[in-house]
């Protein structure tokens, strides 16, 4: 099955870039997903991208694919404190495995 | 509105009790989901739905019982608690062949077992 990897922490300083790095292991997976977990709360879908782009932006966010390397990206341009947040990467089609999650720290 | 919905939101029982946790949405989606939550924010699916027919069942004790009375609805039954089964369970719902067939998840119930 799906295995989806991602560090488990990362801390930056308010208007810095943040990038979040995810690898999955099955290169059939249609879509990939970054979801916002904020706490005590549900998971919010942030973007997705489709298996056949590269790259997508939308605002702030930019989405990096190397299917080569079965890699995913995420960076937040100028984080802000309210971008503190669990970021979850997925990977899958109708079956999608979640990744450990990646704390985001924003430091002021 | 709220799209996907979860009753209750909070839960403490004694090991050894039966609950269920409700799920409704209103998006009209034909496949809903259970996961589970850990500690550590690791989440696992434990059970999928489409049109009220089990599609995913993963390595869950069968003191977990899934039931689906329409496509709108999915409740969770479990049996039996236990200390481990302590966690947040979210439930999602999707739509199969719908853009991106992304997953909308609930706000979560927490389970806390003494």
């Known amino acids: 099955g799906e295995d989806v990897e991602q560090s488990l922490f990362l801390s930056v300083r308010e208007g810095d870039s943040s990038v979040i790095n995810c690898t999955y292991t099955?290169?059939?997976?249609?879509?990939l997903y970054w979801y916002k977990q904020e706490p005590g709360a549900g998971l919010q879908l942030l973007t997705y991208i489709f298996s056949n782009m590269d790259m997508k932006q939308d605002q702030r966010l930019t989405v990096l694919l190397n299917k080569k390397d079965k890699h995913l990206s995420l960076r937040i341009a100028d984080t802000q404190t309210g971008d503190s947040a669990i970021y979850f990467c997925a990977a899958g089609y109708q079956k999608v495995t979640f990744g450990t999650g990646t704390k985001l720290q924003v430091i002021p | 509105d709220t799209a996907v919905s979860q009753t209750p939101k909070y839960l403490v029982t004694q090991m050894g009790n039966d609950k269920s946790i409700k799920c409704e949405q209103n998006?009209?989606?034909?496949?809903m989901y259970w996961y589970k939550q850990d500690s550590k924010k690791f989440l696992k699916i434990m059970f999928s739905?489409?049109?009220?027919?089990?599609?995913i069942n993963e390595t869950v004790p069968n003191r977990f019982s899934p039931k689906s009375p329409d496509k709108a609805h999915l409740n969770l039954h479990i049996n039996s608690l236990e200390l481990g089964d302590s966690a947040v369970y979210f439930c999602a719902s999707s739509q199969v062949g719908g853009e991106s067939e992304t997953q909308y998840f609930g706000p979560g119930t927490r389970l806390l077992v003494l």
């Open positions: 739905y489409n049109n009220k027919e089990l599609i």
């Open positions: 998006l009209g989606h034909d496949t």
């Open positions: 099955d290169s059939s997976s249609t879509y």
